[in-house]
């Protein structure tokens, strides 16, 4: 199992920004899938946007608003958030997979934007 630690949530106005990080315990290069998911109050836990294989793809809901990057060299991946809506309010969880082990989670962070 990959050990991940989310920083860089919190509390932002509609139309504003944040990014999130996730560090790793280890090398990235073994990853063969990395990405973004959120968790919304009495919603299930849903795919916001993932790396895999050399491909990304995201949720139709954050397209064009929402980027997906990695520094391998740093273990750390982000997620570049703006034009941020209230219905982007979460936990935003990143995850990472390494060949047939399960997904390792990170703890989460919580993202509020308010009107």
């Known amino acids: 199992q990959v050990q991940l630690v989310e920083s860089g949530g919190g509390l932002v106005q509609a139309g504003g920004s944040l990014r999130l990080s996730c560090t790793a315990s280890?090398?990235?290069?073994?990853?063969?899938?990395m990405g973004w998911y959120r968790q919304a109050p009495g919603k299930q836990r849903e795919l916001v946007a993932e790396?895999?294989?050399?491909?990304?793809i995201y949720a139709d809901s954050v397209k064009d608003r929402f980027t997906i990057s990695s520094d391998n060299p740093k273990s750390t991946m982000y997620l570049q958030m703006n034009s941020l809506k209230p219905e982007d309010t979460a936990v935003y969880y990143c995850?990472?997979?390494?060949?047939?082990?399960?997904?390792?989670w990170g703890q989460g962070t919580q993202v509020t934007v308010s009107e």
């Open positions: 280890r090398s990235m290069f073994s990853f063969n899938i």
């Open positions: 790396m895999s294989d050399g491909s990304t």
């Open positions: 995850t990472v997979k390494v060949g047939l082990q399960r997904r390792s």
